[in-house]
Structures are given as structure tokens and as C-alpha cells.
Nanobody, 126 residues
């Protein structure tokens, strides 16, 4: 049974920072690409960031590029999303996800991910 648990969300003022974490209970974690998505009220879920199995490759949505950084610790089965210079438009529920696809470095669409966490709320006040 694969389980993903996010943490680190909260309320922060514009310009502030938060670091999200996601612990995955998947045996082959160190071989799998991970992703971060978010969903704001009334909007569809959107891609935020992805990281390859070894952490060497990352890719970001244009809206967060230069402000967010994805990283991972395979020894701890954990991925992180460091979010700096937060803006009110970053307010959303943030989800981590794991892809079990055998090929590909990383993935940017939700259908390429197989398991999802429950989400953590990030609220940025102006």
C-alpha cells in the first residue's frame, strides 16, 4: 500500500517562505520520479515541479521558476518543495505525487502519476 503524506503548509505573508515535505511509503522510492501539484479554489489542479529519481533533474512551471526548489532525500523517502518569495496567487492545496512509470526522467502531467498525497494547504496573505 503506497501512502504519501505532505506537511509544512500554513499561512504566510507575501514575500515569505515555506518548505513542504512529503514522505512516501513506497519500497522503490529511490527509483521513482516525484511531482508537486497544486489546486486553488475553483481551479483545476496544476503542475508545479517535478524531480527525477536521483534528484539530478528538476523541472518547474513558469509561474514558480526561480522561486521554488524541489529536492529529495532518498535515504528518508522524502521530497521537499522550498517555496520562496511567495505570492497571494500561490495560495492553494499542494499535493505530492509519485510516478511508477518505468521510463522517463520526470513528468509534468497529472495522468503520469499513480499515487497522491492528501494535500497540504498553503495560504499567502497580501
Amino acid at each position: 500500500q503506497v501512502q504519501l503524506v505532505e506537511s509544512g503548509g500554513g499561512l504566510v505573508q507575501a514575500g515569505g517562505s515555506l518548505k513542504l515535505s512529503c514522505v512516501a511509503s513506497v519500497r522503490t522510492f529511490s527509483t521513482l520520479a516525484m511531482g508537486w501539484f497544486r489546486q486553488a479554489p475553483g481551479k483545476e489542479r496544476e503542475f508545479v515541479a517535478t524531480i527525477s529519481w536521483d534528484g539530478e533533474n528538476t523541472y518547474y512551471a513558469d509561474s514558480v521558476k526561480g522561486r521554488f526548489t524541489a529536492s529529495r532525500d532518498n535515504a528518508e523517502n522524502t521530497v521537499h518543495l522550498q517555496m520562496n518569495s511567495l505570492k497571494p496567487e500561490d495560495t492553494a492545496v499542494y499535493y505530492c505525487a509519485v510516478s511508477t512509470r518505468p521510463t522517463g526522467t520526470y513528468f509534468t502531467t497529472s495522468y503520469e502519476y499513480d499515487y497522491w498525497g492528501q494535500g497540504t494547504q498553503v495560504t499567502v496573505s497580501s
